[in-house]
């Protein structure tokens, strides 16, 4: 039986949940993850040498594990080509798919910041363009979800924003329009991917959910108290979670 170990986390912001992060990694240690999933938030106001520790921290426990990352709030829009240039060992998606092959198994992923049903108060004085952004982005990931499912056996979402409120919950009911969106949860309920990770919902007490026959997961670190580790095991026309353990 083959198993299929993916760990997430997302909003580390640097210094702020470093420790968390290190000692909930620790506890995977006798696990041995197959992929290793940063869900954006993972510094603080664009400090890019801040996310060298992190990436260290996983290297240092997990060596060759292949990273998936995706950009968060706060890695600025326009430092992008600055993170993905000083860590060019990371598996970096902006609106864009990967497939990698772990223990036979095509594993497919598409990453992105995602979208909010509302700007932020910065948002609307600084990049008022977004609000287009973020309506047209679903769209754009329907296509590459739907393009990614014909090849891969397994297909994961990865997105900063929340892609549904399900798992938001614990938050104040006033600010979900500024944490996800409902389009997007539209989007997974038709396209389907296997498995969705999300971040940004530091506050929620609802970390897993299904749309349908999707699952869904809030990897945020204060929220898990850890990093989250998601198993399961792929089989023809099926897919068989094992469990989550953070």
Same mark, same amino acid.
């Given at each position: 039986?083959?198993?299929?170990?993916?760990?997430?986390?997302?909003?580390?912001?640097? &210094?702020? +949940?470093?420790?968390?992060?290190?000692?909930?990694? $620790?506890? @995977?240690?006798? *696990? %041995?993850?197959?992929?290793? /999933?940063?869900?954006?938030?993972?510094?603080?106001?664009?400090?890019?040498?801040?996310?060298?520790?992190?990436?260290?921290?996983?290297?240092?426990?997990?060596?060759?594990?292949?990273?998936?990352?995706?950009?968060?709030?706060?890695?600025?829009?326009?430092?992008?080509?600055?993170?993905?240039?000083?860590?060019?060992?990371?598996?970096?998606?902006?609106?864009?798919?990967?497939?990698?092959?772990?223990?036979?198994?095509?594993?497919?992923?598409?990453?992105?910041?995602?979208?909010?049903?509302?700007?932020?108060?910065?948002?609307?004085?600084?990049?008022?363009?977004?609000? &287009?952004? +973020?309506?047209?982005?679903?769209?754009?990931?329907? $296509?590459? @979800?739907?393009? *990614? %499912?014909?090849?891969?056996? /397994?297909?994961?979402?990865?997105?900063?924003?929340?892609?549904?409120?399900?798992?938001?919950?614990?938050?104040?009911?006033?600010?979900?329009?500024?944490?996800?969106?409902?389009?997007?949860?539209?989007?997974?309920?038709?396209?389907?991917?296997?498995?969705?990770?999300?971040?940004?919902?530091?506050?929620?007490?609802?970390?897993?959910?299904?749309?349908?026959?999707?699952?869904?997961?809030?990897?945020?670190?204060?929220?898990?108290?850890?990093?989250?580790?998601?198993?399961?095991?792929?089989?023809?026309?099926?897919?068989?979670?094992?469990?989550?353990?953070?």
């Amino acid at each position: 039986m083959t198993v299929i170990r993916l760990c997430a986390a997302g909003d580390v912001h640097g &210094r702020r +949940y470093f420790a968390v992060f290190s000692a909930s990694l $620790k506890s @995977l240690v006798g *696990v %041995k993850p197959d992929i290793c /999933v940063f869900a954006g938030d993972m510094v603080d106001e664009g400090k890019v040498d801040d996310l060298a520790p992190i990436v260290e921290e996983v290297r240092s426990k997990f060596p060759g594990i292949p990273i998936i990352s995706i950009f968060g709030n706060e890695e600025y829009h326009e430092l992008e080509a600055v993170f993905v240039k000083r860590y060019p060992d990371l598996i970096w998606l902006n609106d864009s798919p990967a497939i990698l092959t772990v223990k036979g198994v095509k594993v497919g992923f598409v990453g992105t910041r995602g979208a909010l049903e509302k700007l932020t108060f910065w948002q609307r004085r600084h990049k008022p363009e977004l609000a &287009r952004v +973020y309506r047209e982005r679903p769209k754009v990931l329907r $296509k590459l @979800l739907l393009e *990614v %499912k014909k090849y891969a056996d /397994v297909t994961v979402l990865v997105s900063h924003y929340a892609p549904t409120f399900v798992t938001v919950r614990g938050e104040p009911e006033k600010i979900y329009p500024f944490m996800g969106s409902k389009d997007m949860e539209r989007m997974i309920k038709e396209v389907k991917p296997d498995i969705v990770i999300h971040a940004h919902a530091h506050n929620a007490r609802v970390t897993e959910a299904r749309l349908d026959s999707v699952r869904v997961y809030n990897v945020s670190v204060p929220a898990r108290h850890g990093v989250t580790l998601i198993e399961f095991v792929p089989r023809k026309n099926l897919l068989s979670f094992m469990g989550v353990k953070t």
